[in-house]
């Protein structure tokens, strides 16, 4: 077994995408081999999903990771506040500014480029920010079910991961990074480790199940 792992905002010269669908692109002026795949434009998203869902056939693979957490959702019971959907959208919203001021560019830019509005981007974004609180909520309940926990040279060890991808000082990172938060993303990456784990994999589509459990 394998990982495919995508990365389909960016695209580069010479690929597939980029000779015969040039129309999906932005491309910077000042690194014109490089380019953002433009996923305001419609046309662009059905190529995408297409393109994507190709790959998963060709390669063979059974599962995906989306596939776990929609069988979490499906299963998830609770009320959740409309503020903790709107701030995680938020949080998508910042974390896309971030990637583009990587490649060079900023979310006004992008704007520019896509005709699109903040509004439009945070309605864009929205159902996936909600996929991510219902799921992170599941994995919460499994780590209090289950009694999960981080250890100390686990906390340590992720200190270190991340001061070596973003080429910090480990004291920097901590002094920036609270062990109460690594220790509670670590919980939940495990419990998501459990559900691998103990998953069945079934013919069945989660969100038909729920849909015949609500009737």
């Known amino acids: 077994r394998f990982v495919l792992w995508f990365e389909p905002e960016r695209i580069h010269k ?3 995408t980029w000779r015969n ?3 999906f692109l ?3 002026k000042d690194a014109p081999d490089d380019a953002l795949f433009n996923l305001a434009e419609p046309a662009a998203r059905e190529y995408l999903t297409a393109f994507l869902g190709d790959m998963i056939a060709q390669n063979g693979m059974e599962y995906n990771a989306k596939n776990y957490k929609k069988a979490l959702i499906a299963k998830l019971v609770a009320d959740i506040p409309e503020p903790m959907f709107e701030a995680e959208t938020e949080n998508y919203v910042r974390d896309y500014d971030n990637r583009l ?3 060079g560019l900023d979310l ?3 704007f520019q480029y896509t005709g699109m509005t903040l509004d439009s981007l945070r309605e864009q974004m929205r159902p996936q ?3 991510q609180v219902k799921t992170r909520l599941a994995l919460e309940a499994i780590v ?3 009694g999960i926990v981080a250890t100390e040279a686990e906390i340590e060890e992720e200190y270190n991961n991340i001061a070596t991808a973003y080429n910090m000082p480990i004291d920097d990172v901590k002094s920036n990074i609270d062990s109460e938060m690594i220790a509670a993303d670590m919980q939940v990456k495990k419990a ?3 559900v691998k784990e103990k998953a069945v994999i079934t013919d069945k589509q989660p969100e038909a199940e729920a849909e015949k459990a609500e009737a």
């Open 192 to 194: 998501m480790d459990l």
């Open 21 to 23: 669908h040039p129309e």
């Open 14 to 16: 010479e690929t597939e």
């Open 26 to 28: 932005l491309v910077r």
């Open 129 to 131: 920010a909600e996929r």
């Open 108 to 110: 006004q830019t992008y």
């Open 101 to 103: 001021r990587m490649q």
């Open 144 to 146: 209090a079910a289950e």
